[in-house]
T-cell receptor, first 113, second 114 residues
Framework: AQSVSQHNHHVILSEAASLELGCNYSYGGTVNLFWYVQYPGQHLQLLLKYFSGDPLVKGIKGFEAEFIKSKFSFNLRKPSVQWSDTAEYFCAVNPHTGNQFYFGTGTSLTVIP | ETGVTQSPTHLIKTRGQQVTLRCSSQSGHNTVSWYQQALGQGPQFIFQYYREEENGRGNFPPRFSGLQFPNYSSELNVNALELDDSALYLC?????????????FGSGTRLTVV
């Protein structure tokens, strides 16, 4: 069965620290990859997505993610976090053979001012 | 853009009862997907509706059913509620032919089964 693993469940950083959240998936075929963010009290929002081409994709608010096909990974990065980045982050995979998105269990990020 | 709206926002039901959750998709979006998010978990795909027909289903029993209407709004119905059905139910919509581009999510309906 397809699965998405987010190894960091809770991350606490100080402002200006660098961020990297891990995401690995188990599906071997062609996939679309996503990162969603859920700010406190808000709905899930798309942060960035990868379909094909340049494996380094840039999203909103200074976030980027790198797709490494050989490692089945799609890690999220930000060079310098802000207090406003405090949120829950979800990695998601959509295999091209089906309609569903598979989500990881999420990483809770707390940024301390 | 009005976004995706879901109703009600919170609901408490008794085990064995039936529940209907409602979703209005974002303007211009004709594909609606439903997800269940249990506490501490990521969203899990229930099913997708396109042109008023089910267009893909996850690993959920038949007591989870849905409808899509001509205006693209949708309902999720759950019969014979169980305690484990307590979760946040998310509706997500996407434009024609573009659901792989990513969803627009609603804020969800928090269902508690007691």
């Amino acid at each position: 069965a397809q699965s998405v693993s987010q190894h960091n469940h809770h991350v606490i950083l100080s402002e200006a620290a660098s961020l990297e959240l891990g995401c690995n998936y188990s599906y071997g075929g062609t996939v679309n990859l996503f990162w969603y963010v859920q700010y406190p009290g808000q709905h899930l929002q798309l942060l960035l997505k990868y379909f094909s081409g340049d494996p380094l994709v840039k999203g909103i608010k200074g976030f980027e993610a790198e797709f490494i096909k050989s490692k089945f990974s799609f890690n999220l990065r930000k060079p310098s976090v802000q207090w406003s980045d405090t949120a829950e982050y979800f990695c998601a995979v959509n295999p091209h053979t089906g309609n569903q998105f598979y989500f990881g269990t999420g990483t809770s990020l707390t940024v301390i001012p | 853009e009005t976004g995706v709206t879901q109703s009600p926002t919170h609901l408490i039901k008794t085990r064995g009862q039936q529940v209907t959750l409602r979703c209005s998709s974002q303007s211009g979006h004709n594909t609606v997907s439903w997800y269940q998010q249990a506490l501490g978990q990521g969203p899990q795909f229930i099913f997708q509706y396109y042109r008023e027909e089910e267009n893909g289903r996850g690993n959920f029993p038949p007591r989870f059913s849905g409808l899509q209407f001509p205006n693209y709004s949708s309902e999720l119905n759950v019969n014979a509620l169980e305690l484990d059905d307590s979760a946040l139910y998310l509706c997500a919509s996407s434009p024609p032919g573009a659901f792989r581009d990513g969803y627009t999510f609603g804020s969800g309906t928090r269902l508690t089964v007691v």
